[in-house]
Nanobody, 115 residues
Framework: QVQLVESGGGLVQPGGSLRLSCAAS????????MSWHRQAPGKEREFVAR????????TYADSVKGRFTISRDNAKNTVYLQMNRLKPDDTAVYYC????????WGKGTLVTVSS
């Protein structure tokens, strides 16, 4: 069955960096576009970044453009989200999603940006 397992979340100070990972299994990873989304406390889930199956095209929400970078390693069935210059507003549960065909979600990893 399809599994998406996020990792790498934690507590970081404003201005710091984190790298999230999402390990995928149960489908042909190299054929699927992947994306990251987040949900802050009391808010709706929102789009963060997306990458095509071969990694040639990436798109970002305006709120993270220039600070976050999405990438993937198809040999490792893993998609990453490098987050730099983190702000308190980036505090959220971050979810990985398969964005081709049937949509699947991971269970999320919590990122807390606080001093």
């Amino acid at each position: 069955q399809v599994q998406l397992v996020e990792s790498g979340g934690g507590l970081v100070q404003p201005g710091g960096s984190l790298r999230l990972s999402c390990a995928a299994s149960g489908f042909t990873f190299s054929s699927a576009a992947m994306s990251w989304h987040r949900q802050a406390p009391g808010k709706e889930r929102e789009f963060v970044a997306r990458i095509t199956s071969v990694g040639d095209i990436t798109t970002y929400a305006d709120s993270v453009k220039g600070r976050f970078t999405i990438s993937r390693d198809n040999a490792k069935n893993t998609v990453y989200l490098q987050m730099n210059r983190l702000k308190p507003d980036d505090t959220a549960v971050y979810y990985c999603r398969r964005s081709s065909g049937v949509i699947y979600w991971g269970k999320g990893t919590l990122v807390t940006v606080s001093s």
